[in-house]
């Protein structure tokens, strides 16, 4: 064990040099390295060139009769288009005029052309359930009622015309009753200035937006931060009552039930201009240190993404060892309809990805429930389970079957032989596969933000989107799996060597032969 413990220290040590020396080499913030400018003006500068948008805004469809050989890249989150121009990956890239407003607060070297593509209407996706028809008509005459008393005006100029990250915050709360019930919103995490955690809060225009809305017609009101992509899918089958910020089109007006729109903004291209001043290396990293982990507390969402990433791996793990090896006992005598059966639900599992099990089991099984972490809980506990069950197999076919047989001799019954005699040398064919399959458990659970977990991974990309600094938000991320990983391989590994029959002692070994006799 100490031996594991300083080559783990070791290999933090050499992960965090390496860091260092990535961070070094990646981040703009040494003395006269200002980005230069690629002397694009126009549009039509642009065709032939790598442009960026993010997955599910549209934006490009408003180009797409102007420009013909451009290649387009899509991105998660638009914040990530930023270092993707930083480093050259694409050439400029389209966003809401409002977005780029929040950008260029803390990236003042970005610039865009002046010449907008087109305008967009953004409107509130309303959730297919059996209150869609009347929490529909109360949104509409409340963003009817907001337009015409200006409120909605003077909400967009607090948030957007005039953001600032640093005092920009919902002065009052309005103080929600829930008598009617609770409304479920499902917003787009980490998007300034529109929905984005503060204080440990949800803020920001969408936000305020709603809490309105839920004081006026007595409603509680709960969000849930997602990807953007994910969000219209989500809404539309009745698991949350309302989508934010949903880009109106004639397409999704015809599949699903959208607002009036509740604000309208320019799409801009987004290109790569001067720095905006000078900074030093080590006070890039102390400024990146304090956003990422001390200012507003932000290491409590690590620490509240460590835990749920935690218990997903833990009970999936547990819960998924149990069901394989419940569906290995049912099969492990040639029942043919369980045998086929299983087969059957094992090639399903193993043959689609892992995310797209889990959107189905989010979407469309379980579409009206909210307890999305159980629902991560099940699916990957029968994705490991699937895996037990192939292992259980696997190591069982690798013992001689005149060990069943001397075992029966000795008179022990067909229970005992295969718990004392069969599974003990079965586990040491199975163990090292077992370990690898709790170490892709763990990477696998980084998926779970796209049915709107709030696990590590996602926590981490919450933070980059309000800090606009990747370094130590993934190098973060990714020491904190790597840690998690080394301490549940260990107790594998501690396992593998307990019941290891070659390190058993003497009357160990024979204590089961007394217990016959």
């Avoid at 869609?132 to 003077?154: C, M, T, V």
């Avoid at 490991?384 to 001397?406: I, P, T, W, Y």
Wanted: with cysteine; proline share 3%; charged share 20%.
């Amino acid at each position: 064990m100490k031996k594991n413990t300083k080559r783990l220290s070791s290999l933090l040590l050499a992960l965090l040099m390496t860091a260092a020396v990535l961070f070094g080499a990646a981040v703009p913030v040494f003395a006269e390295q200002a980005p230069t400018k690629n002397g694009i003006t126009s549009i039509e500068e642009l065709n032939g060139k790598n442009l960026g948008v993010q997955t599910g805004v549209l934006y490009e469809d408003h180009i797409k009769d102007d420009l013909e050989d451009e290649t387009w890249y899509y991105y998660k989150m638009p914040n990530d288009m930023i270092p993707a121009l930083e480093s050259n990956k694409i050439d400029a890239y389209l966003i809401e005029e409002v977005g780029f407003y929040a950008q260029r607060f803390e990236h003042p070297e970005l610039v865009r052309l002046e010449e907008a593509v087109g305008v967009s209407d953004f409107a509130v996706i309303v959730g297919n359930n059996d209150k869609q028809e009347r929490l529909f008509s109360e949104l509409q005459q409340f963003i009817a009622d907001s337009r015409e008393n200006g409120w909605l005006e003077k909400l967009y100029d607090y948030w957007v015309i005039n953001w600032n990250p640093n005092t920009c915050k919902i002065e009052e709360r309005p103080e929600l009753t829930g008598g009617n019930g609770t409304i479920h919103v499902a917003i787009e995490g980490g998007y300034e200035p529109f929905s984005f955690e503060s204080n440990g809060e949800f803020s920001g225009y969408d936000v305020e937006f709603m809490l309105n809305f839920a004081a006026k017609y007595g409603y509680d009101c709960e969000f849930h931060a997602m990807e953007f992509d994910s969000i219209a899918p989500a809404v539309i089958a009745g698991k949350y009552d309302f989508g934010m910020n949903i880009v109106v089109d004639e397409e999704r007006a015809e599949a699903s039930v959208l607002t009036d729109p509740y604000y309208s903004c320019d799409i801009v291209f987004v290109l790569e201009g001067e720095t905006g001043g000078e900074a030093h290396f080590l006070d890039g990293i102390k400024d990146s240190f304090y956003k990422t982990f001390v200012k507003e507390d932000r290491w409590k969402l690590f620490a509240q993404g460590i835990g749920t990433t935690l218990l997903i791996t833990v009970l999936s793990v547990a819960f998924g060892t149990i069901f394989g090896f419940a569906t290995y006992m049912a099969c492990r005598h040639g029942n043919k309809l369980a045998n086929r059966a299983m087969n059957v639900f094992d090639g399903f599992i193993h043959g689609i990805p892992t995310v797209v099990f889990l959107m189905i089991l989010s979407f469309v099984i379980f579409a009206n429930s909210s307890h999305i972490t159980a629902i991560s809980i099940l699916g990957f506990t029968l994705i490991f389970g699937c895996s037990m069950f192939d292992m259980l197999k696997v190591g069982n076919n690798a013992v001689h079957r005149g060990q069943a047989e001397a075992a029966k001799a000795l008179g022990y019954s067909d229970t005992q032989s295969f718990f004392r005699i069969l599974l003990p040398q079965a586990a040491q064919h199975f163990l090292p596969i077992y370990k690898n399959d709790v170490i892709s458990l763990i990477k696998e659970t980084s998926v779970v933000g796209y049915i709107a977990v709030m696990d590590l991974t996602k926590m981490g990309d919450l933070v980059r989107s309000r800090t606009y600094q990747a370094f130590f938000s993934l190098i973060a991320v990714a020491i904190v799996y790597f840690i998690l990983e080394w301490v549940l391989v260990s107790l594998v590994t501690r396992v593998q060597i307990k019941i290891d029959p070659k390190r058993r002692s003497r009357e160990k070994i024979l204590e089961g032969i007394r217990e016959v006799e």
